[in-house]
């Protein structure tokens, strides 16, 4: 049983827009990441941006980059401008948006007036990298122990 549609939009190239097309392409959909920035997974680590591409092509993902304008969402899919000047339609039956994260903290502010001391680590501190939510996290651990 196939479940979604054959043409799937996701608007974002940073690291979840690069990931995200991997679900729906393994399932026979055709796939395009469009990014307004020149470069598909900026803020990846630098191995992983370098291995991205060839990943996304192996699976048959188109790449757009550069468009400057997301204008409207049309009968067809998206309708975009290029950056060339040029108004495109990139055909979807699916558009995914993968445009940013904001952290979660809502917890943290809950729990303010009921404990002494807090410390945000991961996504509701900064959307990030796993290894950088490890990392903060091993700190404020050791910051609890008085170590550091």
Same mark, same amino acid.
């Given at each position: 049983?196939?479940?979604?549609?054959?043409?799937? #939009?996701?608007?974002?190239?940073?690291?979840?827009? !690069?990931? $995200?097309?991997? =679900?729906? &392409?393994?399932?026979?959909?055709? #796939? $395009? #990441? #469009?990014?307004?920035?020149?470069?598909?997974?900026?803020?990846? =680590?630098?191995?992983?941006?370098?291995?991205?591409?060839?990943?996304?092509?192996?699976? /048959? @993902? $188109?790449?757009?980059?550069?468009?400057?304008?997301?204008?409207?969402?049309?009968?067809?899919?998206?309708?975009?401008?290029? &950056?060339?000047?040029?108004?495109?339609?990139?055909?979807? %039956?699916?558009?995914?948006?993968? $445009?940013?994260? +904001?952290?979660?903290? %809502?917890?943290?502010? *809950?729990?303010?007036?009921? @404990?002494?001391? +807090?410390?945000? @680590?991961?996504? !509701?501190? %900064?959307?990030?990298?796993?290894? /950088?939510? @490890?990392?903060?996290? *091993?700190?404020?651990?050791?910051?609890?122990?008085?170590?550091?």
């Amino acid at each position: 049983m196939k479940l979604l549609s054959p043409k799937v #939009v996701i608007i974002g190239g940073e690291m979840v827009g !690069c990931e $995200t097309p991997d =679900f729906p &392409g393994e399932r026979g959909s055709r #796939v $395009t #990441v #469009v990014r307004r920035g020149s470069v598909m997974a900026s803020k990846m =680590f630098a191995s992983n941006r370098r291995a991205q591409p060839a990943r996304l092509n192996q699976k /048959d @993902v $188109t790449l757009i980059t550069g468009a400057k304008e997301y204008q409207a969402i049309i009968q067809d899919g998206l309708g975009m401008n290029d &950056g060339k000047g040029q108004r495109i339609a990139v055909e979807a %039956e699916t558009i995914v948006l993968a $445009t940013g994260a +904001i952290p979660n903290n %809502e917890l943290a502010n *809950a729990l303010k007036s009921k @404990v002494s001391e +807090i410390r945000l @680590v991961g996504d !509701c501190a %900064e959307p990030g990298r796993i290894r /950088d939510a @490890v990392h903060d996290g *091993a700190l404020a651990g050791l910051r609890v122990w008085g170590i550091k």
